[in-house]
């Protein structure tokens, strides 16, 4: 059951411009939500998170907005950097469960 | 700081066989979770491992086990190999409902 869905499964953007990736989810009872960051022959590196109770996180380049009623998450990258280059997994989870669920990913690419 | 240490990296099994995965997690942390990864999906959560117990299972077959041992350090066991368990095995460690991080992972590859 894909309860988190990344429909575009890659994105291209220039250097310095922003790069917007989108994730959307199912399970309402969904709360706290992440963002991971792969690069090849790595395991994901976390890169950002946020709890449900807001709409928006910022952390340097890297801010997260969610809609809750929109069951809708995005990642933007401003500006971006070459070394961006990744591929990007939205993932959610409940406080009454532990498992993470992830989507598909989007491989980002940003070229110079 | 090591991070989560996942060995082996890389392995060949054949289909019938039986494989023992292995994870370290990173210093303080208590949760260990397993994830498969198919190519060209995300990450699916195995199980959760917490003071030793299986804590959360996702939807796998009974062949898919595990332990945590009092040191944190966990195994996974996958019993009667088929080929469509090759995948990229990802380990995850974690203190509470903080984020997980991850291993760089074992390659499993069923012949």
């Known amino acids: 059951d894909q309860q988190v869905k990344q429909n575009s499964p890659s994105l291209s953007v220039q250097e310095g411009r922003i790069s917007i990736l989108n994730c959307d989810y199912t399970?309402?009872?969904?709360?706290?939500f992440l963002w991971y960051k792969k690069y090849p022959a790595e395991g994901p590196t976390f890169l950002i998170s946020i709890s449900s109770i807001k709409d928006k996180n910022e952390d340097g380049r890297f801010t997260v907005f969610l809609n809750k009623s929109a069951k809708h998450l995005s990642l933007h990258i401003v500006p971006s950097q070459p070394g961006d280059s990744a591929v990007y997994f939205c993932?959610?989870?409940?406080?009454?469960?532990?498992?993470?669920?992830f989507g598909a990913g989007t491989r980002l690419t940003v070229k110079p | 700081d090591a991070g989560v240490t996942q060995s082996p990296t890389h392995l060949i099994k054949t289909r019938g066989q039986q494989v023992t995965l292995r994870c370290s997690p990173k210093s303080g942390h208590d949760t260990v979770s397993w994830y498969q990864q198919a190519l060209g999906q995300g990450p699916q959560f195995i199980f959760q491992y917490y003071e030793e117990e299986e804590r959360q299972r996702g939807n796998f077959p009974d062949r898919f086990s595990g332990h945590q041992f009092p040191n944190y350090s966990s195994e996974l066991n996958v019993n009667a190999l088929l080929l469509g368990d090759s995948a990229l095995y990802l380990c995850?460690?974690?203190?509470?409902?903080?984020?997980?991080?991850f291993g760089q992972g074992t390659r499993l590859t069923v012949v």
């Open positions: 399970n309402s009872m969904f709360d706290y």
């Open positions: 993932a959610a989870s409940d406080s009454n469960n532990n498992d993470m669920r």
């Open positions: 995850a460690s974690s203190f509470g409902q903080i984020e997980a991080f």
